[in-house]
């Protein structure tokens, strides 16, 4: 079976808006491919952006993969929460990458996006801290099949840092420049 070692951590969000958010995190992948050792689903603590446009987050990710094919490269998707003094979150961003086919040391950008406002009462809400619109279904974040008919617009970026280790893809004939 050939592996994969994800070492890293999401290091920040940049240019989002609200003062104090979170970020969830999720490695997707297809059939063939298996977790051995690590988690695959993660939250980050809440920081806070007050003087700079960035929030430190500084949160590790150790995963060991195992795979038979590379149809279904892992990528993965974060979903970026605001939360209010009353502890209500809601989602101000959402976004994927995919997980880089070539060993070593890697910066990765991921651009994240929201639901546009529909309405005048909903861009209200947003601003004074009822919370943007959500999605109901999360995989259409990854597949894309319908999101095209979403309206969206850039929220922010989040920053990640990554190592990858690859192991005994030779003996499946795939290399890697």
């Known amino acids: 079976m050939a592996e994969v070692h994800v070492i890293g951590q999401i290091l920040k969000a940049v ?6 958010i979170f970020c969830k995190w999720s ?4 059939t063939s491919w298996r ?12 920081a806070t952006n007050r003087l700079e446009s960035c929030s430190d987050f500084c949160q590790p990710l150790d995963l060991h993969l195992g795979t038979a094919s590379v149809q279904g490269w892992p990528k993965l998707h974060v979903e970026i929460h605001a939360v209010n003094v009353l502890n209500k979150s809601w989602p101000v961003g959402y976004g994927f990458v995919h997980i880089p086919t070539k ?3 890697h910066r990765l950008e991921v651009l994240c996006w929201k639901i546009a406002p529909r309405s005048w009462y909903d861009s209200v809400r947003e601003k004074f801290g009822g919370g943007g619109l959500a999605l109901c279904k999360e995989d259409l974040i990854y ?3 319908e999101r095209y008919k979403l309206q969206t617009r850039s929220s922010g970026k989040i920053i990640i840092d990554i190592n990858l280790v690859f ?5 499946f004939g795939i ?3």
Do not use: M, W, Y
């Open 167 to 171: 192991r005994n893809f030779a003996k």
């Open 35 to 46: 977790i051995i050792q690590g988690e695959a689903v993660g939250q980050t603590f809440v």
């Open 143 to 145: 597949t894309g099949l």
């Open 175 to 177: 290399e890697f420049k």
């Open 27 to 30: 490695l997707q992948s297809g």
């Open 15 to 20: 240019d989002f808006q609200e003062p104090h």
């Open 103 to 105: 060993p070593g040391f």
